[in-house]
């Protein structure tokens, strides 16, 4: 490895330390790992009811499923435009963006059904709902 990607691994490398200790300051993981119980069901974790029965009647999951299925109820679709470039003055290459925007619209909604990208959003919103945020990683090969 060159010096200068050792440089950009360490600089990256303290990146993330930097953003875990943040995380950890501020009690995210703790605050995750109790709303993954409350979802799970798990709401008496760590109380002693000295025998007395612990009830639940898990309103988290419903409000959180529920939640999910309205935003994922319509298909999803991509569709790219060129509404927005106002560089092109003459017709012809405004065709010619038009042309490739479909086509680019058409790529991705086929990419999108077979990379199964709506399980991907689903499984992201609830995800999202538990911690407060979801990312995805998405990279580009060219094979």
Same mark, same amino acid.
């Given at each position: ?36 119980r409350?979802y ?20 988290? @999951? !419903? ?7 309205? *935003?994922? %109820?319509?298909?999803?679709?991509? +569709?790219?435009?060129?509404? =927005? ?7 012809? @290459? !405004? ?7 479909? *086509?680019? %619209?058409?790529?991705?909604?086929? +990419?999108?059904?077979?990379? =199964? ?14 911690s ?12």
């Open positions: 490895m060159k010096k200068q990607e050792r440089k950009i691994c360490r600089d990256d490398w303290q990146l993330l330390e930097e953003g875990k200790n943040y995380k950890r300051q501020i009690g995210l993981y703790e605050l995750v790992k109790r709303n993954e409350f799970r069901g798990d709401q008496w974790h760590g109380v002693k009811s000295g025998g007395l029965p612990t009830p639940v009647f898990n309103v988290f @999951k !419903r409000v959180i499923n529920h939640f999910i299925s309205t *935003l994922m %109820s319509q298909k999803i679709s991509l +569709r790219y435009t060129a509404e =927005s470039c106002d560089l092109l003055h003459t017709p012809e @290459k !405004r065709r010619q963006l038009e042309e490739g925007c479909a *086509l680019l %619209s058409h790529y991705m909604n086929y +990419r999108f059904d077979r990379d =199964s990208m709506e399980k991907l959003l689903s499984d992201g919103l609830l995800d999202a709902a538990l407060g945020n979801c990312f995805a990683y998405v990279y580009w090969d060219r094979d």
